[in-house]
C-alpha cells in the first residue's frame, strides 16, 4: 500500500470539525534525549506540525520532523489527556501512526504523554518506549504556538 495514501487516511479525522472553541496550534518541534547514549542518535528533532482539540481530553496532530536517525518522520496522533494535574499540566496518552524508522515503512506507536498549556504556548514531552529493532527509546520534548481558540 502507498505510504501517502494510509498516511492521508489516518489524518483524516484532523478535517472533522471537533468543539466550537477548540485550540489550534503550530508545534516546531524539539529535542530528544535517549536512553541508549552511544548509538549518536540526533537529538535537535526540528520540524512542523498542526494540533487542534477535539474534546477537552482529546487532540488530533499531525506533521514531520527529523528523527532520530536522521530521517524525516511524518506522522498522525491522536492525543488523550485524561489527568488534569493543575496549573496548565494534563497527563494521558499518544498514539498512531509514524514513517521513517528502522524495518518498517509505518509503525504504530502508543506513549505516555505530558502537556503544560499557557495562553499562547505550549509544550509537549513523550516517552519514547524502546521497540527494537524499531525505534530507540527516548524522552521527548516538543514547543507549541497556540494560534486559535
Do not use: C
Not at 547514549?37 to 496532530?61: M, Q
Amino acid at each position: 500500500m502507498n505510504i501517502r495514501i494510509l498516511l492521508a487516511t489516518a489524518l483524516m479525522p484532523l478535517g472533522v470539525a471537533g468543539t466550537v472553541d477548540a485550540a489550534e496550534m503550530i508545534s516546531v518541534g524539539g529535542g530528544s534525549y535517549h536512553f541508549e547514549r552511544d548509538l549518536g542518535h540526533n537529538e535537535f528533532n526540528y520540524g512542523l506540525g498542526y494540533e487542534k482539540d477535539w474534546n477537552e481530553e482529546i487532540t488530533w496532530s499531525a506533521g514531520v520532523y527529523k528523527n532520530s536517525i536522521r530521517r524525516a518522520t511524518f506522522y498522525g496522533l491522536a492525543n488523550w489527556y485524561p489527568l488534569n494535574l493543575g496549573a496548565g499540566f494534563r497527563a494521558g496518552l499518544s498514539g498512531g501512526l509514524m514513517t521513517g524508522y528502522h524495518k518498517s515503512p509505518v509503525i504504530g506507536t502508543l506513549m505516555p504523554t505530558l502537556e503544560w498549556r499557557g495562553e499562547h504556548v505550549a509544550m509537549q514531552s513523550y516517552s519514547v518506549p524502546t521497540i527494537k529493532p524499531y525505534v530507540d527509546g527516548a524522552v521527548v520534548v516538543q514547543f507549541k504556538y497556540i494560534f486559535s481558540k
